[in-house]
């Protein structure tokens, strides 16, 4: 298997590279049965692999835990001032290649 990190090829069944101490394998996270680093999903329970917990990263919690609680009830209150509010856009494209 070889490491994503260094690139340095180690045997089939080691779970750390021998070179720079990678973690080879991944695991899934709603069983924890070990994935091989090609899997895109889990063969024992079927859940995407490439989707990380959301405690591994923050960009995918819940805006409840990070918006601040007055600016929620402002949003929450001007809600139905907003509904129906339509702005007219204009987009202008332009090829610039070989304008010169």
């Known amino acids: 298997m070889k490491c994503p990190n260094c690139l340095q090829n ?7 590279c021998a070179q720079c101490g990678t973690l ?3 695991a899934c996270v ?3 049965i070990q994935l091989p ?7 024992e329970c079927g859940c995407q692999a490439a989707v990380l ?3 591994a990263d923050g960009r995918f919690v819940s805006p409840d835990s990070y918006t601040p609680r007055h600016l929620a009830e402002k949003i929450l209150t001007s809600r139905a001032a907003l509904e129906g ?4 856009v204009t987009v202008l494209f332009a090829d610039l290649q070989g304008s010169m």
């Open 30 to 32: 709603a069983c924890g």
């Open 24 to 26: 080879l394998g991944r």
């Open 10 to 16: 180690n045997r089939a069944a080691a779970k750390f």
């Open 37 to 43: 680093p090609s899997a895109k999903f889990c063969p």
């Open 85 to 88: 509010e339509r702005k007219q």
């Open 53 to 55: 917990p959301e405690s």
